[in-house]
């Protein structure tokens, strides 16, 4: 079963819609498709084919305005994002703020694979504490599951859609299990430089975990650990893995990747589901509203046919939300009636609430050390080969540091491909120079420049939240959301220390800091959703009055809806969630099959 017309759903039934084609929407169609059942994705962007769109290869100097960042494409011409990004025309929301500290950019992905096109592919493990914060210092929320429950399917998902990295034995920081990883590639220069001299403050700092294939896939081993008793599903698996090659260390993740080395929902999952024909995609289908039966149960969903305007319907005996967190908040809030005239699975009136983001900041540097090197090839993985988990638990845990939770620290720098403005700004350096100085000067300070940037943990609080704005409607005619958001003095705190650690880290390479080093949080923290981040809304938890989903991310008010974006987490670790959401994801579409096996799902 292939792409499909959007008047081919009359009349059907599925087994379960599952609405985004992200990483919560294909490893959720994967799942379901690998073990039998009939699922129809519903996607509000365009059909997208990376193998056949990607410019694999080509150079900055090629693309228009050399690929300098613009509104319709703030991360440069070649970036995969099509129709998308924090702004997308026809489709506002609402700000209640413009402030940096009271802001919230919404990032959407119009397009099949969602935000999988274009993300870091950076995939964390959640450790044991990230489950249960509030055990550990009184705040936030506990998740109503453990690492335990999850490991298992962080195990699969790594082997699946291959995750590079290392076991270090860290705190908090969970090793995989033998088989799991592929081996990480080579340090840069600089990578050794930051980490020999990050170690002497004691900050540790070892191999990055990133879904890019160092190596090719293990095709013959890999699948029946992945579905054990499903030879179908394995030779389909093999399949899949097979048609991917290892990463060339030619184009930058961000443009997608024609030979399927990253981590693409497009690339990854939805070709051997595909392949299995339980599987029906329909694009430019914007899904508003979830409907009901008589009993109350979720029969199916609305949706606008963006190409023609017409409004449909899909029905299906199980309904599945991937769109992402806050459109799936959108979504449910959108969908009243008079069993639930404040919106659908909200009696607890927690959808839309506690939003989170995850917490960021930056500081750059020059070093000395790194001038003049010698030529030599340093595009590697694109994104970061090393990175610096949380460190200072014990010290936080004894109340020493000022706020609560922690974060990581991603770092860059090397002679990568030279981007637009590559040798602008030098005058910080130089104090202004031209004709055959400035080209001595470019060459002098190519590959000698750093960044560091930190990822932290945000606690969920009730100031920040999402709700349907009573006036502004986008051009389908459907409600938007209007954004509410707050940090605490617990992120900015985390974020000043950021500031200082990072200078610390270029002092000691004998580097300079580039501009003034914040020591006021509140101005170094950058705004909600810029990270694109975002989770909550829809949280899981174990008492119905104080969450939407219960532990399987099933709707405490309707029994055949489910969420397996980042809607659910109750918490957001200093790791990005993507691994996660895509465990979880799995997790949730398995417990969906035994539901459905046992015909609890009618």
Known sequence: ???????????????????????????????????????????????????????????????????????????????????????????????????????????????????????????????????????????????????????????????LIGVYGANDGLENTPDSPPGCLLPPPKPLVSDLLIAQRARKL???????????????????????????????AQRLVADAMRSRAACLWATPCGQGCAVRANYQSVTVHLPPALESGKLDILTDAMVYEITLDKAGRASGVNFVDKRSGRHR???????????????????????????????????????????????????SGQVPLLENLPP??????????????WWLYQEQRAAGLGFARGYHIEFGGGRRMPQFGASGGLEWLTGGTYGQKFKEDMRRYYGSFVYFSGRG????????????????????????????????????????????TFADIIEAMGGRVRGQIETDGANAIHPGGSIIHEV??????????????????????VDNLFITDGGPFP?????????????????VSDHILTRMRRKEIS
Not at 571 to 587: E, Y
């Open 1 to 159: 079963m292939p792409f499909i017309a959007p008047k081919a759903v009359d009349g059907e039934t599925y087994d379960v819609i599952v609405v985004g084609s992200g990483a919560a929407g294909g490893q959720t169609a994967y799942t379901l498709t690998m073990d039998g059942a009939r699922v129809l994705m519903l996607e509000a962007g365009r059909r997208y084919d990376p193998t056949l769109e990607t410019p694999m290869f080509l150079t900055p100097d090629q693309a228009p305005l050399r690929g300098a960042s613009t509104s319709d494409k703030p991360f440069g011409f070649y970036d995969a994002t099509v129709d998308g990004g924090w702004e997308v025309p026809g489709e506002p929301y609402v700000q209640t703020r413009s402030d940096a500290a009271g802001r919230f950019d919404w990032w959407r992905a119009r397009m099949l694979g969602g935000r999988t096109n274009h993300w870091g592919r950076i995939s964390l493990r959640n450790g044991p504490y990230d489950f249960k914060p509030r055990l550990r210092d009184g705040l936030g929320f506990d998740w109503p599951i453990s690492y335990e429950e999850m490991a298992p399917y962080y195990d699969k998902v790594e082997m």
């Open 202 to 232: 004691g900050i540790p700092v070892i191999a990055g975990h990133r879904a890019v294939l160092t190596q090719p896939l293990d095709w013959k081993n890999v699948p029946a650990k992945l579905h054990p008793g499903n030879p179908g």
């Open 313 to 363: 319907h899909a029905a299906a005996r199980v309904v599945v939300l991937a769109a992402s967190s806050c459109e799936s908040v959108r979504i449910l809030l959108n969908s009243k009636s008079s069993l639930f005239p404040q919106g659908l699975a909200n009696s607890s009136g927690k959808v839309g609430k506690y939003l989170m983001d995850t917490v960021g900041s930056g500081v």
């Open 571 to 587: 918490s957001n670790a200093d790791k990005n969630p993507t691994l996660t959401i895509m465990a979880n994801a799995w997790r």
């Open 457 to 500: 943990e945000m606690i969920p609080n009730e100031g920040s939240y999402c709700e349907i704005d009573p006036v502004v409607k986008d051009k389908w005619g459907i409600p938007v959301v209007r954004f509410h958001w707050e940090w605490s003095e617990h992120e900015t705190r985390q974020a000043a220390h950021m500031q200082r």
């Open 536 to 557: 909550g809304g829809t949280i899981m938890g174990a008492d119905a009055k104080t969450s939407v989903t219960n532990k399987w991310c099933q709707t405490w008010d």
């Open 376 to 389: 030599h090839n340093e595009d590697g993985a694109d994104g970061g080969h090393m990175y610096t988990p």
